[in-house]
């Protein structure tokens, strides 16, 4: 990354915090869906079909122009994989066009020299590549193996900050694998990080053995790696939950691709709004709406965002949002086998 990109980034961020701590009225991060549809079919995810079409580009605009009339400070572009999308780069260009950070989550699989060129010039600001293994298997294709060569030319090219994000749990056949992506990451001037999977409404699915032991592991990687560590997320890892005020719907608004405001990916329905008709009052609502998951929720932007609001504005209204009872008695059972085993 050019001193010049990397200093206008710094000023950013410094803006998105500051922005963030003056008021509440307005949404921190939208997570919006261009693409539904993705190349790849990851057996442990949940957020992707092969069959849909792109939202037309016209309605996205509409989409952006809203939210940045709400007040939204960062948009992060995801899907499916929305470098499928034929339009990806003018989304981009509306983003920053409208004066919001423009981030994006992918794959990776799709990037090019020239597309890399491209995104530049749109003004993407971060980029998170997911990558879940060294060699490709039946759970996830997202391979350093595949992805490595398209990691150098980002190195090379990306004017725009990069993080490469593992997963663990879920079925990854070899938990070890995300420390070689990480190592990997750092040797290439990116930072990493890790991430719990999640049952299909964002709650924690626990980890044991090799798969918790190279979670804290990561923690050791050097100071471009990273897994957020924090009491927040050591209490992920080990099954107990976190006191938190969520604040989606509010705060952080998830736009799906048929444009209604979700609470996050896992949690589509609630309050299933759709976001042309979304006002300062549904966010007050939502921003002060206690939400059922939280305790083990796992969705890591949701965590960001909720410590600009931590520390302020205790929830009043009723509990909304849904939870799956076998994973919270998963993680119940494994927490009391540990504490045994300690005894």
């Given at each position: 990354?050019?001193?010049?990109?990397?200093?206008?980034?710094?000023?950013?961020?410094?803006?998105?915090?500051?922005?963030?701590?003056?008021?509440?009225?307005?949404?921190?991060?939208?997570?919006?869906?261009?693409?539904?549809?993705?190349?790849?079919?990851?057996?442990?995810?949940?957020?992707?079909?092969?069959?849909?079409?792109?939202?037309?580009?016209?309605?996205?605009?509409e989409?952006?122009?809203?939210?940045?009339?709400?007040?939204?400070?960062?948009?992060?572009?995801?899907?499916?994989?929305?470098?499928?999308?034929?339009?990806?780069?003018?989304?981009?260009?509306?983003?920053?066009?409208?004066?919001?950070?423009?981030?994006?989550?992918?794959?990776?699989?799709?990037?090019?020299?020239?597309?890399?060129?491209k995104?530049?010039?749109?003004?993407?600001?971060?980029?998170q590549?997911?990558?879940?293994?060294?060699?490709?298997?039946?759970?996830?294709k997202?391979?350093?193996?595949?992805?490595?060569?398209?990691?150098?030319?980002?190195?090379?090219?990306?004017?725009?900050r990069?993080?490469?994000?593992?997963?663990?749990?879920?079925?990854?056949?070899?938990?070890?694998?995300?420390?070689?992506?990480?190592?990997?990451?750092?040797?290439?001037?990116?930072?990493?990080?890790?991430?719990?999977?999640?049952?299909?409404?964002?709650?924690?699915?626990?980890?044991?053995?090799v798969?918790?032991?190279?979670?804290?592991?990561?923690?050791?990687?050097?100071?471009?790696?990273?897994v957020?560590?924090?009491?927040?997320?050591?209490?992920?890892?080990?099954?107990k939950?976190?006191?938190?005020?969520?604040?989606?719907?509010?705060?952080y608004?998830?736009?799906?691709?048929?444009?209604?405001?979700?609470?996050?990916?896992?949690?589509r329905?609630?309050?299933?709004?759709?976001?042309?008709?979304?006002?300062?009052?549904?966010?007050?609502?939502?921003?002060?709406?206690?939400?059922?998951?939280?305790?083990?929720?796992?969705?890591a932007?949701?965590?960001?965002?909720?410590?600009?609001?931590?520390?302020?504005?205790?929830?009043?209204?009723?509990?909304k949002?849904?939870?799956?009872?076998?994973?919270?008695?998963?993680?119940?059972?494994?927490?009391?086998?540990?504490?045994?085993e300690?005894?």
């Open positions: 990354m050019k001193l010049s990109s990397r200093i206008k980034m710094y000023y950013r961020a410094y803006w998105f915090m500051g922005k963030g701590l003056l008021s509440t009225d307005h949404p921190v991060l939208a997570h919006i869906i261009p693409m539904r549809r993705c190349n790849l079919a990851c057996s442990y995810c949940n957020e992707y079909d092969d069959y849909s079409s792109p939202v037309p580009a016209g309605a996205m605009f989409r952006l122009d809203k939210l940045a009339d709400l007040g939204t400070t960062a948009i992060i572009i995801s899907g499916g994989e929305p470098l499928m999308h034929p339009e990806i780069e003018g989304i981009i260009g509306k983003i920053r066009q409208r004066g919001m950070l423009a981030c994006m989550i992918t794959n990776g699989y799709l990037l090019t020299q020239e597309k890399i060129k995104i530049n010039a749109a003004g993407l600001e971060y980029m590549i997911s990558i879940d293994n060294v060699q490709p298997d039946d759970v996830s997202k391979s350093l193996k595949v992805l490595d060569k398209k990691l150098k030319w980002l190195s090379e090219l990306a004017e725009f990069v993080n490469i994000n593992s997963v663990i749990g879920g079925g990854i056949k070899t938990p070890e694998d995300a420390l070689t992506v990480g190592v990997r990451a750092v040797e290439l001037g990116f930072s990493s990080s890790l991430g719990i999977i999640h049952d299909g409404l964002g709650t924690l699915k626990p980890l044991k053995g798969e918790r032991d190279i979670y804290f592991k990561m923690k050791d990687l050097g100071k471009k790696g990273h957020r560590w924090s009491a927040f997320q050591r209490n992920l890892a080990d099954g939950p976190n006191k938190w005020r969520c604040r989606a719907g509010g705060r608004l998830y736009i799906c691709e048929d444009g209604l405001v979700h609470y996050c990916s896992q949690q329905g609630y309050p299933g709004v759709p976001l042309a008709s979304y006002t300062k009052e549904d966010i007050r609502r939502e921003y002060l709406t206690k939400k059922a998951c939280a305790p083990y929720c796992t969705i932007c949701v965590h960001q965002v909720a410590t600009f609001d931590n520390w302020r504005d205790p929830q009043t209204l009723g509990v949002g849904a939870v799956q009872r076998e994973s919270l008695q998963a993680i119940k059972t494994l927490y009391q086998i540990e504490q045994t300690k005894i």
